[in-house]
């Protein structure tokens, strides 16, 4: 609470904003600045579109309500649309989402092979596949208008960005380089996926939101551990051995060398999204 708190005196803020998904992040990140301010110090918005998970909605009003912090509602549909994000997949018109959420599902499995998987390739900026291409900017547009908005609304109020990404999107890159990556300050950044569900639990966050699957909600369908295609128990696992060089240990966890080294690969392909962007050091 200390760092949330030093975090806002650092930088002459008036407050905190934060985008509220109703998903486990945000909410744990709502639950952790509730605890360092006032609630009149809070504001979280919640940016919904056209493949929003109606379920979401729900989940972020009832963090806000059960926290008493404002929760603003913005639906970004009429501004992706104009951009022209929707035009790059079929339009959903009149389609149930289990037929959404199949179509997506189909589509994903349709670009990966045995090598490499589609996530992996997106990483790579598609690996020359026009669809992974499309894709990314479908996804990661979503991301970035809402990081857009968060500044647009807390600048006005003099508030500062609170970012929602843990330590095991960061290390594998499932995040959004300037979308859900924009932020002041990281309150849950040094925490694995499983230690945020253990938090999460600890601070009270509803059962519900702890035991959905996890999911960027930016697809219809599209879950985290379906595009990682691993669960998370494994790969935090995985993560933590490299981190502490117990790399050897893994193999006592029915972790096989293929799977040590696709995650291997994700952290290295992600390096730069880590970093800040390189430039040409001028020599005196």
Do not use: W
């Not at 790579?124 to 500044?151: P, Q, S």
């Not at 300037?178 to 230690?195: E, V």
């Not at 193999?251 to 880590?274: A, F, Q």
């Amino acid at each position: 609470m200390k760092f949330i708190m030093k975090q806002v005196e650092k930088l002459n803020a008036n407050g905190v904003i934060f985008g509220l998904s109703g998903g486990i992040d945000s909410s744990l990140v709502a639950f952790l600045l509730r605890r360092a301010l006032p609630n009149d110090k809070i504001l979280a918005l919640f940016m919904g579109e056209r493949d929003t998970h109606p379920q979401s909605l729900k989940h972020a009003r009832i963090v806000s309500d059960a926290l008493h912090i404002e929760l603003k509602e913005i639906n970004i549909t009429g501004i992706l649309k104009a951009i022209g994000v929707y035009s790059l997949e079929p339009p959903p018109l009149f389609i149930p989402r289990k037929f959404q959420e199949r179509y997506t599902i189909n589509k994903y499995l349709q670009n990966q092979d045995e090598k490499e998987t589609t996530f992996l390739k997106s990483l790579k900026g598609g690996a020359g596949n026009i669809e992974i291409m499309k894709g990314n900017a479908y996804l990661h547009t979503k991301h970035r208008i809402r990081a857009v908005l968060l500044y647009f609304y807390g600048e006005q109020m003099n508030y500062i960005v609170a970012g929602c990404c843990n330590k095991t999107e960061k290390l594998t890159g499932y995040f959004v380089k300037y979308g859900d990556s924009a932020s002041d300050f990281d309150p849950i950044a040094d925490l694995y996926k499983t230690q945020v569900r253990e938090l999460s639990e600890f601070l009270g966050v509803p059962k519900e939101i702890i035991e959905k699957p996890p999911s960027p909600d930016l697809a219809p369908g599209l879950t985290d551990e379906f595009a990682l295609q691993m669960p998370y128990e494994k790969i935090d696992m995985i993560l933590y051995a490299l981190e502490h060089n117990l790399e050897s240990e893994l193999k006592n966890e029915n972790i096989t060398e293929k799977e040590i080294e696709y995650i291997k690969t994700l952290r290295e392909l992600s390096s730069h999204m880590r970093e800040l962007p390189p430039y040409p050091e001028i020599e005196n």
